[in-house]
Every structure is written in structure tokens, then in C-alpha cells.
T-cell receptor
Framework: DTGVSQNPRHKITKRGQNVTFRCDPI?????LYWYRQTLGQGPEFLTY????????KSRLLSDRFSAERPKGSFSTLEIQRTEQGDSAMYLC????????????FGPGTRLTVL | AQSVTQLDSHVSVSEGTPVLLRCNYS??????LFWYVQHPNKGLQLLLK??????LVKGINGFEAEFKKSETSFHLTKPSAHMSDAAEYFC????????????FGDGTTLTVKP
């Protein structure tokens, strides 16, 4: 399967702990996006990368959130000092520059903060 | 700035009857518009996209959408609903000049009654 993959699929953590999620995009895609989706809402944009450069960050991305894409391939999203409000589905998508940004989504990582 | 409004949070139809899911958008740029579907516990799947070519766009599973610039609308239709169409549907706008930040609507839940 050459689609977007995300790990882990589920993460349960205690408030105050740090968590890290990984996203592996479709191999030839140079753009990678992170979104957050809460129950009953559409996904909200967090940040995106073109190759290894982080080009845009949402104001939703507080100082506790950091994303990296060190070699322009996989990406990680880290949340430090988790809060109950961070509980959500975290979605990753990738696209190929020049294809009108058709984004292909992974299955998501569901985070539950107790 | 850009925004998306899905005019109905829930739509219920009988199997075999037409489906209409409404979406209005606003964008400072010539936008690209998308419809995605999300089945329970599944990832987001692209249904169709509009990218400034033909205004009537055909997608997968018999869905189509018409871009109407004068009405700033991009409504999704299907002539005959199938039970398997029951899902959450999201309308998405991306500014054509800067692929990156996509804005999702809040979603429309489609229920199909036998």
C-alpha cells in the first residue's frame, strides 16, 4: 500500500505528558500537511511543509506543538505537556506540487488525554 | 481570507432518491474546491475537485458538483442515493495561488433510509 500512513493509530496519555506522532507521506509527494479534527467538526489546518521547509503555521499551533520534516520525507508532530483539550484526531495529508494541491489523507492518530 | 459554509449539518434521503449537499465558499483568490467523504472510522477520501477547468465536475461513485462563481457555490449532487453513501461529507477550499492552507467546512452527515 503506497498511501499515507500514520503511527500510532491511537494514543492514550495522561495530562502533562509529551506525545509524538509520525506521518509517512506518499513517496513522491513533496508537500505534507497536519490537521486536527475534533468530534463534529471539519479538520482544521495546523501546518504544512514543502520538502523540509515549514511554510505555514496556524495560530492553533501553540508553543507546545512542534512539527518537523528533517529530510523532506516523513514528518513528526510533537505535543508537549498535553492538555485535555488536545484530545482529537490528528490527520496527515500529502500532495505533489503542481497537481493543484490534491491532498491525500492518512487514517489519522486519535489522541485521548486523560 | 477564505471560508466554507456547508448549509446543512444533516441530510436524510431515501435510497434511490437524489442527494443534494450544499456548499458556499468565499476566497480572495481563484480557489480550488474539493469534496471529501469520511466513512465511520475511515480516512478522508477525495470525491472530486474543481480546478478552474470545466465547471461541472464528475467524481467517484456517481457524485458530481457544479462550480457557480456568481453564486459562490459548489453543491454536491447524486441522482440516486445508495445505502453505502451514508457518511460525513466535507467541502474544502484551497487558494489556487498558494497551495497549502485548506479550509474545511463543518461537514454534512448524510443518512440514507432504506
Amino acid at each position: 500500500d503506497t498511501g499515507v500512513s500514520q503511527n500510532p493509530r491511537h494514543k492514550i496519555t495522561k495530562r502533562g505528558q509529551n506525545v509524538t506522532f509520525r506521518c509517512d507521506p506518499i513517496s513522491e509527494h513533496n508537500r505534507l500537511y497536519w490537521y486536527r479534527q475534533t468530534l463534529g467538526q471539519g479538520p482544521e489546518f495546523l501546518t504544512y511543509f514543502q520538502n523540509e521547509a515549514q511554510l505555514e503555521k496556524s495560530r492553533l499551533l501553540s508553543d507546545r506543538f512542534s512539527a518537523e520534516r528533517p529530510k523532506g520525507s516523513f514528518s513528526t508532530l510533537e505535543i508537549q505537556r498535553t492538555e485535555q483539550g488536545d484530545s482529537a484526531m490528528y490527520l496527515c495529508a500529502s500532495s505533489l506540487e503542481g497537481q493543484t494541491d490534491t491532498q491525500y489523507f492518512g487514517p489519522g492518530t486519535r489522541l485521548t488525554v486523560l | 481570507a477564505q471560508s466554507v459554509t456547508q448549509l446543512d449539518s444533516h441530510v436524510s434521503v431515501s435510497e434511490g432518491t437524489p442527494v443534494l449537499l450544499r456548499c458556499n465558499y468565499s476566497s480572495s483568490y481563484s480557489p480550488s474546491l474539493f469534496w471529501y467523504v469520511q466513512h465511520p472510522n475511515k480516512g478522508l477520501q477525495l470525491l472530486l475537485k474543481y480546478t478552474s477547468a470545466a465547471t461541472l465536475v464528475k467524481g467517484i461513485n456517481g457524485f458530481e458538483a457544479e462550480f457557480k462563481k456568481s453564486e459562490t457555490s459548489f453543491h454536491l449532487t447524486k441522482p440516486s442515493a445508495h445505502m453505502s453513501d451514508a457518511a460525513e461529507y466535507f467541502c474544502v477550499v484551497t487558494p489556487d495561488t498558494n497551495a497549502g492552507k485548506s479550509t474545511f467546512g463543518d461537514g454534512t452527515t448524510l443518512t440514507v433510509k432504506p
